[in-house]
């Protein structure tokens, strides 16, 4: 099952890109402490977004892991950006505790504007070295917490680069969903 609805929230996993997210008032960067253009995710969203989101980030950065702040979201499709510090696997420690404070913050953030949808990357598993598997149980067992004290949010999706990646989160938000 790639789609569930936990405490009234859907939440999904899909493939795709997650800076072509049209319908998605807000997509998450899986960011750099710098809050600077980067690889990856990084990269993609900030490219599509134009210069002037690193100068909108400028005088948040830098941030910790575990943090999150909220940008425009310039040329992208969506009306935010939330940034999310992961922790470096095996460097930023308790880094499950870590990565469960980033996709936390990032849904508190979205609640606070409001934002009834909101696309999440796979926060920490590339440049970060996260292993995969153990980050789709922390983000998805959080996610699942967090619906239920949320009320403007309506869709969590995740989106995933690949069929492997997209699978193992599936599998993540079936077991929370049950
Ligand atoms: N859409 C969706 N998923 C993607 C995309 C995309 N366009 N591009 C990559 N992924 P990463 P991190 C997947 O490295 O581990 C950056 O350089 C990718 O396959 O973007 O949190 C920053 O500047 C992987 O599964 O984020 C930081 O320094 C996942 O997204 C650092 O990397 C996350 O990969 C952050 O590392």
Do not use: K
Request: proline content about 5%; glycine content about 8%; overall charge negative.
């Amino acid at each position: 099952m790639t789609q569930q609805t936990l405490n009234g929230v859907v939440v999904e996993c899909i493939t795709g890109d997650i800076a072509r997210q049209a319908d998605m008032q807000c997509v998450v960067n899986a960011a750099n402490a710098e809050l600077r253009i980067g690889g990856g995710v990084a990269g993609a969203l900030h490219r599509a977004a134009g210069p002037g989101l690193e100068a909108e980030c400028e005088p948040l950065a830098p941030i910790a892991p575990g943090e999150a702040v909220i940008t425009g979201a310039h040329a992208l499709p969506n009306d935010h950006v939330i940034h999310c510090l992961g922790p470096v696997y095996g460097i930023d420690e308790p880094s499950d505790a870590l990565l469960a404070a980033c996709h936390r913050r990032a849904l508190e953030l979205a609640e606070q504007h409001r934002i009834a949808r909101i696309a999440l990357p796979a926060i920490s598993t590339g440049a970060f070295g996260y292993p995969l598997e153990a980050a789709a149980d922390e983000a998805l067992r959080t996610t699942a917490e967090s619906t239920r004290a949320l009320d403007a949010v309506e869709h969590i999706r995740f989106v995933l680069f690949g069929a492997r990646e997209q699978a193992v989160y599936a599998r993540s938000l079936a077991r929370y969903a049950a």
